[in-house]
């Protein structure tokens, strides 16, 4: 993106050392998570659980229940964000959307974990606490962020509203797939089935398809560069999700359809 393009979208970044860190770290660990994941180095929760035998350290053999593993990731995330209304006490629009709405994503996610999925496996923690630290201090990063940011000229180009449906449609879409998935499997089986509604017929993974979008919705609404580091790293994370995701199914099942494609309908 051209730099008067990029100014133009975007606030300054902050006098802040830690945000610039984290700007960097963002990216490049969620993108190197992302080739891990297809090097076949994954974090260990949902059907890749077990896919790791070596244990690199002392909590590499400790496994939650499916439920407890997968609250861990998101309860501190949503802590962070609720904390926010009441350490940043901000009177600001673009503010109070960016808090909301990642209140409202963190909620949807202990929602579904304690009343929509179904788990057919454990949850080790080491993978749990790496997954959980980068939820909540992203979180925490990005508001600070926008809090830094409260005093910046606006950008010309607002794209406070845009973020808001891109957010809307990313959770909406996000939640039906999961709920898609959830009634796929009776409650205490643990077989796999092809999943089949909504995107399925298209791509293996439209739940992370409409997490994109979410998080695209973070970037426009908040329009800090920090935002959008996060946002490219999960992009390039869920791309190597989405890649083993697909190759796993395709060994499953022997009539796995060729056509479905892995995150992006018709594209990847």
């Known amino acids: ?23 960097v770290i963002s990216v490049v660990s969620l993108a190197n998570a992302g080739l ?22 002392p909590l590499a053999g400790i496994k ?36 909301s709405a990642l209140a409202l994503h963190f909620f949807k996610r202990v929602f579904e974990v304690l009343f929509i999925h179904k788990y057919s496996s454990k949850v080790m923690l080491e993978s749990a606490l790496v997954i959980s630290l ?34 809307l449609i990313g959770i909406c879409g996000n939640f039906y797939h999961h709920y ?25 993974c439209p739940h992370y398809f409409f997490e994109i979008f979410g998080f695209l919705g973070f970037t426009l609404i908040s329009q800090t560069l920090y935002a959008l580091s996060f946002t490219m790293g999960t992009i390039f994370y869920l791309m190597g999700r989405s890649y083993v995701t697909r190759k796993w199914y395709a060994s499953k099942f022997e009539d796995f359809p060729k056509h479905i494609k892995r995150l992006i309908p018709y594209v990847y």
């Open 64 to 99: 939650l229940s499916g439920k407890a593993g997968m609250a861990l990731l998101y309860v501190p995330a949503l802590v962070a964000a609720l904390a926010s209304f009441v350490v940043y006490p901000v009177e600001d629009v673009r503010f109070l959307l960016i808090c």
């Open 1 to 23: 993106m051209p730099i008067p393009l990029l100014s133009a979208v975007f606030f300054p970044p902050p006098p802040s050392t830690f945000v610039t860190a984290m700007s």
């Open 36 to 57: 891990s994941e297809i090097r076949g180095k994954h974090l260990q929760y949902s059907k890749f659980w077990n896919a790791n035998g070596a244990k690199s350290s």
């Open 180 to 204: 898609l998935l959830s009634k796929l499997r009776e409650s205490g089986s643990k077989e796999y089935k092809i999943p089949q509604g909504g995107l399925f017929s298209l791509v293996i």
């Open 134 to 167: 980068s939820y909540s201090l992203s979180t925490a990063t990005m508001i600070y962020c926008q809090y830094l940011s409260k005093d910046f000229p606006e950008p010309s180009i607002n794209l406070m509203y845009a973020g808001v449906v891109a957010f």
